[in-house]
Each structure stands twice: as structure tokens, then as C-alpha cells.
């Protein structure tokens, strides 16, 4: 088993890509860290990832809302030593930039940003300290190409893509390898406000469909295994082909 023996914390993980997987990890031997505000929906996938894998070491919820900075720390408080982070929580408003509020704004920037900021600064030394580890950022394709109505949301990922970077280049040295997956449109709950954009989106990529989550959750845990062991600092397209062509 890919993770057998190995902790993995997955921000976002009451939901789409996030609840994916953390199922696909408990099933490759991880004990899975689920995290999201959500009290239900949290537990619930707790309750399916151990009845996926009732062999692995017990998988739990904490409740956490990354738009709170007391609450980001007192996830990492709780957490305790992880192997691998996935800093997949995040979320888009979709706004003309003059409407953008300013609190959403700030909120964008701190579930997109802020708050993987915070959780690296505290898992990445303590993973070098037992060896190494992974980091697996979420990104976005608007991350690099402009999308009127989500100015805030691309910057934010894009500050993401930079951070992804810089900490392949701060923690390679000590063995924590660092990659974020840039996503074109995948069938969560959060492309439901965009149902109508949908045939669009998918007339430009290639592979004529959007992903599944689980499709998403592959490439994170790929990222997250030493199948990819020479592979930092990488942003990775999970688009079906579409930042490759016009
Ligand atoms: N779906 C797409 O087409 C697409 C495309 C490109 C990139 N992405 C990125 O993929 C990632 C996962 O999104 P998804 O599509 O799976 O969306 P989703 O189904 O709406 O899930 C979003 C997750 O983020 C969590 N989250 C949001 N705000 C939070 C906050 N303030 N504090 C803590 N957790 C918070 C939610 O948890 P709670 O509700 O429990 O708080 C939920 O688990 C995001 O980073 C998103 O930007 C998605």
C-alpha cells in the first residue's frame, strides 16, 4: 500500500475533490485527516473512509473555517505530525471585479492563500525532521489565463502556483517535495452556480468532457507518493488538454 503507515491531512475534504480524496488515500493504507467547517458532511466522510478501509489507523474529523486565522492554528495544534498535506479547501466568487466585495476578497485570499501559508510554515520542518514528505497545492487554470468575473479567485491561485515554487525550492534541500494540479472545470458542488457556462467550458478542452473528482484525486495522490519522487516544483495541468491549446 502506497501510504501504508503514513498521515495525510487534507484540507477541504467534506466535499468534491477533497472527500475523493481523502477515499483514495484511505485506500492506498493512509490514516486520513479529514478538514472543512462542515460538522456533517465531515463526519460522514469519516464514516465512509473507514468503512472503505476499516483496516487503517483510525481516520478523523476536525472542524476548522480557514477563514479564521485562531482556526488554522488550532487545526495544526490538532492535527499533530502529518506526512502529507493536501491544500485542496478553497472556493471562487464569481463577480465583476467592481462588485468583488472586499471581505470576499480577503476571505479568497485567505482559504487560497493565507491559510496554505500557515499549514506549510508548520507541517513542512516537522515532516524534513521525520525525513521528508509531500505537499500537493490545488490550483486552478484561471490561475494563468484570464476568466472575467473571478479577477480575485486567479490571483489568489496564482499566488498559490508561486508558493508552490518557492517552497519546492526552500524544503527540496530536506526532503519535502512540493506540486500543485491546475484544474479546468470538474463536477463538484462548487460548479453548480455555473451549470449554464458548462457546454462552453467543455467545447474548449480537448478531451470533450469535465473531470470527475476522483480523476483529480488520482493525480493528487500521485503527486503525494514516491511514484513521483524526482517531481518538486511542478504545476500540473489536470485540465483534459485545455491550457494546451487555443
Ligand atoms: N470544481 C472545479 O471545477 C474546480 C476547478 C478548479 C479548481 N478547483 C479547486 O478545487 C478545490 C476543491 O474544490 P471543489 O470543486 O471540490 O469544491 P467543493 O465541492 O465546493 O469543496 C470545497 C471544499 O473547500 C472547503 N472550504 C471552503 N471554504 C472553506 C473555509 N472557509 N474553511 C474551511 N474549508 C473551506 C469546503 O468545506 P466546508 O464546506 O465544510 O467548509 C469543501 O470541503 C478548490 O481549491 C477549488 O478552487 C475546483
Do not use: C
Not at 468534491?16 to 460522514?44: M, N, P, S, Y
Request: glycine content about 10%; cysteine-free.
Amino acid at each position: 500500500m502506497k501510504f501504508h503507515g503514513k498521515t495525510v491531512l487534507i484540507t477541504g475534504a467534506t466535499s468534491g475533490i477533497g472527500r475523493e480524496t481523502a477515499k483514495l488515500f484511505a485506500q492506498h493504507g493512509a490514516a486520513v485527516i479529514v478538514t472543512g467547517r462542515d460538522d456533517t458532511r465531515g463526519k460522514a466522510v469519516v464514516a465512509e473512509v473507514e468503512e472503505l478501509a476499516p483496516e487503517n489507523a483510525p481516520a478523523r474529523f476536525v472542524a476548522a473555517d480557514l477563514n479564521v486565522a485562531d482556526d488554522v492554528k488550532r487545526l495544526i495544534q490538532q492535527a499533530g505530525d502529518v506526512d502529507v498535506l493536501v491544500n485542496n479547501a478553497g472556493f471562487w466568487e464569481l463577480a465583476p471585479t467592481a462588485q468583488t466585495t472586499e471581505a470576499g476578497l480577503d476571505a479568497m485570499f485567505a482559504v487560497n492563500v493565507k491559510a496554505p501559508f500557515l499549514l506549510t510554515a508548520a507541517f513542512a520542518p516537522a515532516m524534513a525532521g521525520n525525513g521528508g514528505g509531500a505537499i500537493v497545492n490545488v490550483s486552478t487554470m484561471v490561475a494563468d489565463r484570464g476568466q472575467a468575473g473571478m479577477a480575485g479567485y486567479g490571483a489568489a491561485k496564482a499566488a498559490l502556483e508561486s508558493l508552490t515554487r518557492s517552497w519546492a525550492a526552500e524544503y527540496g534541500p530536506q526532503g519535502v517535495r512540493v506540486n500543485a494540479v491546475a484544474l479546468g472545470p470538474t463536477m463538484t458542488p462548487a460548479m453548480d452556480p455555473m451549470a449554464d457556462m458548462l457546454p462552453t467550458f467543455v467545447a474548449a478542452i480537448p478531451l470533450g468532457r469535465a473531470a470527475q473528482p476522483i480523476e483529480i484525486a488520482h493525480a493528487i495522490a500521485y503527486l503525494s507518493s514516491d511514484d513521483s519522487s524526482f517531481i518538486t516544483g511542478a504545476i500540473v495541468p489536470v485540465d483534459g488538454g485545455r491550457q494546451s491549446v487555443l
